[in-house]
């Protein structure tokens, strides 16, 4: 599993529900080379499952001109510890492994479902989680799944003394395409469908280097991204000595949610968690896991003291969970993960990825130079999922404000389709149904300004106060 499978998996194992986690190689080390903002991961109390960190982060729009400084630490997860920390939490609360893959599932009834592997076992329990990332395995998605596409060739490489790159600095995105002079075509196709690059510098002569399209629909293919960075590393004069890792990343971002509600649940990949206009999720999938166990522990509680509560005193555990409607509690832990503000946010996220699918590489350099120049609360909220749609709207207004006039014109006629949907959505009584959802387990759990990003931190707390509130089930109340 990844990191949403087995977050969730140590989460509901630690609060006493019996889990068996099925994946076909479950010591395998995750493949790729996630990157987060310090803050999201030392707010959950992982900062020990970073293993670099640089003080900030820059992003250049052309040669000559100087980089804009973020300041906000950034750091490369350490995914062997992060991935072991899980592990050894799952273990040490009973979760048991399965070695297969998730064929298919059933719901045989009201409470119990069925997940059928392909080595032909069929697993009973009353609620299944799919952490099946982009597979996308058993969730079932509204409509046609109709994403774009976050592509990016990565290199981990070791490469001769006298790189250009600051020790202290990672890269977050480097626009230049004087590299491109000699080439035409390439600087053609990269003026129509941009890609930057993207550096980790580890030592003098280690670095990670990846060629990104942020977001294009189809997809920017890999032998084009891999002849972008080649060209990228020659003009910057970086030697390689040897290629230690490389990386194919295909995020699929924005489009269509999951189906809501319905019995299977999701996280991460399979929960439409994807950042829509950065491709980022990894600090949102570990901060939903809680929340969504939390809800499913505690609807689950209900449901069962229900069903008790109409029957005579001494009914069989059998028959008491047969009274159990998972349809119920599964839809309520699906709107506890995808409450209101969240529906709405991420519409908001799909506009900006709307306007970024239809940006040239001038366009695309003006909107990030307004974006950064947004307050830090603006910026790093958006790139946090923090913001609400107030908010957003805020955020927006400032963007306008702080942009040149091409940033301006671009987004008035690029985001007059997305807003009209947006609007839509909000008035139609299918969206206005979900937005009408209150009692999502986060809707209270919100982080403040001038706190310096500690929603998780906030999210954690409250719920460990409302654990303490909540009746806790024996061994042998576990459906
Ligand atoms: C190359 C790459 C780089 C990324 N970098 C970043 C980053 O820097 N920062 C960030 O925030 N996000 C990043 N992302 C996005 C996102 O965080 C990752 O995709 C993340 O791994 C998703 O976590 P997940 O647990 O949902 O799915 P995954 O990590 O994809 O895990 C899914 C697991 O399910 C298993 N599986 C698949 N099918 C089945 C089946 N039928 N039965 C049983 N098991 C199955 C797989 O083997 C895998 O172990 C990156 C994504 C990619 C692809």
Redesign the pocket.
């Known amino acids: 599993?990844?990191?949403?499978?087995l977050s969730a998996a140590e989460e509901a194992a630690g609060r006493g529900l019996s889990v068996v986690v099925?994946?076909?190689?479950p010591n395998a080390v995750?493949p790729?080379?996630?990157?987060?903002w310090v803050d999201e991961f030392e707010a959950m109390g992982l900062a020990d499952c970073v293993d670099t960190t640089w003080k900030r982060a820059k992003v250049q729009f052309t040669e000559g001109e100087e980089a804009v400084c973020l300041d906000r630490q950034y750091g490369r997860v350490d995914r062997r510890r992060l991935k072991k920390r899980l592990l050894d939490g799952c273990v040490r609360s009973g979760v048991l492994f399965h070695a297969a893959?998730?064929r298919g599932v059933s719901h045989t009834d009201g409470w119990r479902s069925c997940l059928q592997c392909d080595d032909g076992s069929e697993l009973f329990g009353c609620a299944v989680l799919d952490?099946?990332?982009?597979?996308r395995?058993l969730v079932e998605f509204e409509g046609e799944f109709d994403p774009g596409y976050q592509g990016a060739y990565g290199v981990m490489i070791e490469v001769e003394k006298g790189h250009p790159f600051e020790l202290d600095t990672m890269f977050f995105m480097d626009w230049r395409d004087d590299h491109l002079e000699d080439d035409p075509d390439m600087l053609a196709r990269n003026a129509s469908l941009p890609t930057f690059l993207y550096t980790m510098p580890f030592s003098e002569t280690r670095i990670f280097v990846e060629e990104t399209s942020l977001v294009a629909r189809p997809a920017v293919p890999f032998p084009e991204l891999k002849r972008r960075l080649v060209k990228r590393l020659d003009k910057l004069g970086v030697v390689v000595k040897e290629v230690i890792e490389e990386?194919y990343?295909?995020?699929p971002m924005g489009g269509v949610l999951p189906r809501m509600p319905q019995r299977v649940l999701g996280l991460?990949?399979?929960g439409g968690m994807?950042h829509p206009a950065t491709?980022?999720?990894?600090?949102r999938?570990l901060g939903a896991a809680p929340l969504l166990v939390d809800g499913l522990e505690r609807e689950l509680a209900r449901a069962r003291g229900e069903a008790a509560a109409a029957l005579p005193t001494g009914t069989p555990r059998e028959e008491v969970l047969a009274r159990v409607d998972m349809g119920e509690v599964t839809a309520r832990v699906w709107e506890g993960v995808w409450p209101a503000w969240r529906l709405q946010q991420r519409e908001f996220f799909n506009t900006g990825m709307d306007i970024l699918l239809r940006l040239g590489i001038d366009s695309t350099r003006s909107f990030f130079a307004a974006f950064f120049k947004t307050s830090t609360y603006n910026w790093q909220g958006f790139l946090s999922y923090r913001l609400t749609l107030v908010e957003l709207m805020g955020f927006g207004i400032e963007f306008f404000a702080v942009g040149d006039w091409r940033m301006r014109r671009f987004t008035t006629v690029s985001a007059l389709p997305g807003l009209v949907t947006l609007i839509q959505k909000l008035l139609t009584s299918g969206f206005s149904r979900q937005v009408g959802i209150t009692e999502g387990a986060d809707n209270g759990v919100r982080w403040k300004r001038g706190e310096g990003g500690n929603f998780s931190a906030e999210m954690r707390n409250s719920l460990a106060d409302k654990e303490k509130e909540l009746p806790r089930m024996t061994a042998d109340e576990r459906p």
Do not use: Q
């Open positions: 599993m990844g990191p949403a499978g099925v994946d076909p190689r995750w790729n080379n996630y990157g987060v893959k998730a952490g099946t990332g982009h597979s395995a990386e990343c295909l995020i991460g990949g399979t994807v491709g980022f999720m990894i600090a999938t």
